[in-house]
């Protein structure tokens, strides 16, 4: 009996843990620009756990795949603009997919690239992995070689907060290529003259930007009010 | 500059397949650009010259050679984690086959990647070592886990008494099968070269002639006592022909240290001997007075020489 009731502790816990990151995926979703409806935002733990649940209790990660379409305005900011090569550019995004791996340890390339296997077939954008451990160098490193595809890897720890909803952490807003332009003519700057934001720093992580975009930074100031600073992902 | 790598010709539900098709596509490298696309370039470019460019391009393919060569060992990673073929393979007598293959695959890998594929392994249930077909051992790990004891063999004690005792952390114990696959990966693991495999130089046989334990251990029995005799080594050296000037010529064509510029070497050497002033030649020293107790060193008396007075003072005439 006792041993029953830990056991039921332990699921309890894992579930409750679960649940907030399934949370933060959504919300990393919506922030990124992705459809979610209002409900997917804010699932209470019951839901979850009805939908989610194995006969034991413990979360069941194989059931958890999101899949979810940008919206049109995440697609006008990631339209490149018209050039004499290119007049008509297509919005470089599409429908992400989010995966959890069910394994509780050790996972390396065989996992990796049977996600980038389904990535890949059911052509998806961008692909989310989500682990509950490290994943090796070695998967790391094939994660990120698929060619012609986004896949980035969370562990579920990394998601147990929605660190941009921290009050220390500024609002950073991604710019369209347009803006961009309007920016570096307004300042008269050339790109590399901003200062930068690296691609592996957790915000940038959490907004999945690329390279040579540019986010603005929005802070409170005491003295300002507002302030407004802009930096280059390198 | 980059291009974007061939869309897939091939879509298939099989994941064996499509590792086989990507496996087959050979990695997206670098190709440079032709002198039409450098000067269009360079156009709309009043600042930047050719010489920007060129070492511009340098650089890139420089890094583009770097990720080609990463691509290569994660390929190799992936093929050696097949290894060995069969599921009976003996790790102690490894089949030709697979011993070749392994050492090939294992020719650009540094010991952080190969630490990599070790991990890889374990990660898929099987022993570190790459010819061992063997599950790894795996402890169920107590509360308190994470090290255990490690005896050594009898009389491996401090002073040839009792057995030697050694905590090590249980992840170490853990990635081999046996402590024998341990000794026969680690022996790899040492062989391999720290240098990247793009820094490396042609003829550079560290990392690519690489032993297993097995052979190593039947080399050095094999191997005749060594003879040290002068006759040997004097034989051994003029086997060498150092005296040889056209066989030190190519000596130093193989270790590049010639140059059109200076064909003798990287330095000029010029012999010129000193001019002799006079061409007196010194005579030998001859027997003075003071020499006769020695005198002093450097201000020193030695103590047997220190004459004493028949009144106790030292006699200081001899020192001055």
């Known amino acids: 009996m006792d041993g029953d009731s830990a056991h039921s502790m332990e699921a309890e816990r894992e579930m409750t843990r679960l649940w907030r990151t399934f949370r933060t995926v959504y919300e990393l979703l919506a922030d990124r620009g992705y459809e979610v409806s209002d409900n997917e935002l804010v699932l209470p733990l019951e839901d979850f756990r009805a939908k989610y649940a194995d006969p034991l209790g413990y979360p069941d990660r194989t059931k958890m795949k999101i899949q979810a379409r940008p919206t049109e305005t995440m697609k006008l900011k990631y339209t490149a603009l018209p050039s004499k090569a290119n007049p008509n550019p297509q919005p470089d995004c599409g429908t992400i997919y989010v995966d959890f791996c069910p394994d509780s340890s050790g996972v390396g390339t065989k996992q990796v690239r049977a996600f980038n296997h389904l990535v890949d077939e059911n052509n998806f954008h961008t692909g989310i992995f989500i682990t509950q451990t490290p994943i090796s160098p070695s998967a790391v490193r094939l994660l990120s070689g698929v060619p012609g595809r986004i896949c980035e890897h969370f562990q579920e720890q990394d998601l147990l907060v929605n660190i941009t909803r921290h009050e220390l952490v500024p609002k950073h807003v991604l710019l369209s290529p347009e803006e961009k332009a309007k920016l570096l003519e307004r300042y008269r700057l050339k790109e590399s003259q901003l200062p930068r934001i690296q691609v592996s720093d957790p915000v940038a992580r959490y907004l999945g930007l690329r390279r040579g975009q540019v986010v603005k930074i929005i802070r409170k100031s005491e003295t300002a009010g507002r302030y407004a600073s802009y930096r280059w992902v390198i | ?320």
């Open chain 2, 1 to 320: 500059m980059a291009q974007s790598g061939p869309s897939h010709a091939l879509k298939t539900s099989l994941p064996e397949t499509y590792a086989a098709v990507n496996a087959q596509q050979p990695p997206p490298s670098y190709k440079y650009p032709t002198q039409e696309e450098q000067d269009k370039y360079l156009e709309g470019r009043p600042g930047a010259t050719q010489q920007h460019l060129e070492v511009a391009l340098e650089h890139a393919q420089q890094i583009q050679t770097q990720k080609d060569a990463e691509d290569v060992i994660l390929n190799r990673i992936l093929e050696l984690l097949e290894l060995p073929s069969s599921p009976t393979a003996d790790p102690a007598a490894p089949s030709q086959e697979d011993t070749i293959k392994f050492k090939y695959a294992l020719a650009p890998f540094r010991p952080s990647d190969y630490d990599n594929l070790i991990l890889e392994r374990n990660f898929e249930d099987s022993c570190g070592y790459t010819l061992c077909p063997r599950k790894y051992r795996k402890q169920d790990r107590g509360p308190g886990g994470g090290f255990q004891f490690k005896y050594g063999p009898k009389g491996s004690g401090p002073g040839g008494r009792g057995r030697s005792v050694d905590i090590v952390s249980e992840d170490r114990v853990e990635k081999w099968c046996s402590d024998a696959c341990a000794e026969r990966a680690l022996w790899i693991r040492v062989q391999l070269s720290e240098k990247p495999v793009w820094e490396r130089r042609a003829g550079d046989t560290r990392g690519t002639a690489i032993l297993l334990l097995e052979e190593a251990r039947a080399k050095r029995l094999k191997a005749p006592a060594p003879t040290s005799s002068v006759s040997s080594v004097v034989d051994d050296l003029q086997s060498m022909g150092l005296g040889n000037r056209d066989r030190s010529r190519e000596l130093a064509m193989e270790r590049g240290d010639t140059s059109t510029i200076r064909p003798d070497g990287r330095v000029n050497v010029n012999i010129r001997e000193n001019q002799r002033s006079s061409h007196q030649v010194p005579g030998a020293p001859q027997m003075r007075p003071e020499d006769a107790n020695g005198g002093t060193i450097e201000g020193y008396v030695p103590r047997e020489q220190q004459r004493v007075d028949q009144d106790g003072d030292i006699d200081l005439l001899d020192q001055i």
